[in-house]
């Protein structure tokens, strides 16, 4: 490699802009290419852009792959103001032979600084982004994905009478039983139509497993996180979802089951109809305005009377709160938003009763919350920071 494009790989590393490509082909002169020279380069031009760029270490320890990932994904910070590449060299006995040479990168990170929530937000996303894993772990996206891949995979995508997209699912004609996985992106829900009639809208994050076809046995999904379910009347073939341990089995009746309330619970709550849930240690049988709860450690089942109102919630677009903590109520607000972490500074005995609307903005969330408690919120980065 030539010096000039040698200075150029380095200043483009430098500022951040340096395409995939680029890093790779710099990657490559770096491992290839004479250390005194490379160092003296750097020392020679632009030394404000490159200043700290190299240092020079005696660990015998290089990993060129993970060094590889970390350059790769330190690019992808935007607010990193510092970066170096640190090229480790094994010396032995004879200091000046160059045994191994490596990438690691170390990205100092700037001072934490609580923007206002004016400046920083998270946002709900403005398309579906549910997907499809077929039986082999292929996944498609169900709304950028060619129709006929999808026909292929008995899978039709409809519009309802508000323009939401709705997964119609037909039954296949494979020679085996295979099963298929569709999931709600996160700060979405999906809506799904089942071949016998089902209608299922999965929660924010939550999946649903269902077969190629139904047996004559029996109607069986699988339910991760949560799901409201309108299942189609069939005497003759009970509809069974399966969540943790539990089963509920069902003909034809409305209810919602949960897996990612409470941890290590399956919450299930009648709306209309009847329904059986049971484990392999116990059953119930629950009525409208009950809800069951399965144990998945214990295999315990208890039922108690609940508003059906707070259950749904999420299902109209609604946080419901019914005298939680902060941290449930930021445990809730996650499910949705793209948070990675919250922290709470300071003690507070404030709960929270009542429901706030989903609104595209998570700042405006916040701001409901702090109107009514004695927080204030500020968003860093994908955190959340609560202050009393």
């Known amino acids: 490699m030539n010096e000039l494009r040698l200075k150029l790989l380095l200043v483009k590393y430098a500022d951040n802009t ?3 490509s680029e890093l790779v082909e710099l990657l490559a002169e770096l491992n290839r290419g004479d250390l005194d020279y490379i160092s003296n380069l750097v020392e020679d031009y632009e030394p404000d852009a490159l200043d700290g760029l190299f240092e020079f270490t005696d660990s015998p320890h290089f990993d060129q792959e993970q060094g590889f990932y970390r350059l790769k994904r330190n690019l992808n910070l935007n607010k990193a ?5 640190v090229v480790k060299i094994i010396s032995g006995i004879a200091a000046s032979l160059l045994i191994a040479l490596g990438i690691y990168i170390f990205y100092a990170a700037p001072s934490e600084t609580l923007d206002s929530l004016a400046d920083a937000d998270i946002t709900l996303p403005d398309e579906n982004h549910a997907t499809v894993t077929l039986v082999d772990h292929t996944k498609y996206s169900l709304l950028h994905t060619p129709k006929e891949i999808l026909a292929k995979e008995g899978i039709q995508v409809i519009r309802d009478q508000d323009g939401k997209a709705v997964f ?15 999931k709600a992106a996160k700060g979405m829900d999906a809506k799904v139509l089942l071949f016998d009639g089902t209608a299922v809208l999965l929660n924010s994050s939550s999946s649903l497993t269902y077969p190629s076809r139904f047996l004559n046995s029996g109607r069986s999904v699988v339910i991760e996180g949560e799901g409201f379910f309108e299942v189609a009347h069939n005497a003759l073939q009970p509809f069974v979802v399966s969540a943790g341990i539990s089963h509920i089995k069902v003909l034809g009746t409305t209810f919602n089951v949960a897996t990612n309330i409470v941890d290590n619970k399956v919450l299930t709550t009648l709306v209309s109809g009847s329904v ?19 144990d998945n450690l214990s295999g315990e089942l208890s039922h108690k009377e609940v508003l059906i109102q707070d259950v749904l919630a999420w299902k109209e677009g609604y946080f419901r709160f019914n005298r939680d903590d902060i941290a449930t109520v930021l445990d809730k607000i996650k499910n949705w938003y793209e948070i990675t972490d919250y922290e709470i500074r300071g003690k507070s005995k404030d709960h929270f009763t009542g429901s706030i609307k989903r609104t595209q903005k998570l700042s405006d969330i916040l701001k409901q919350l702090e109107k009514i408690s004695n927080y204030k919120f500020k968003i860093v980065g994908r955190r959340v920071v609560a202050m009393s």
Not at 81 to 85: D, E, P, V
Not at 279 to 286: A, E, F, G, Y
């Open 18 to 20: 340096i395409s995939k």
């Open 168 to 182: 119609k699912i037909s039954e296949t004609d494979e020679p085996e039983l295979n099963y298929r996985k569709i």
């Open 81 to 85: 103001k510092t970066k170096r590449i």
């Open 276 to 294: 059986e849930v049971s484990t392999n240690w116990d059953k119930v049988r629950i009525k409208p305005g009950m809800q069951s709860v399965s």
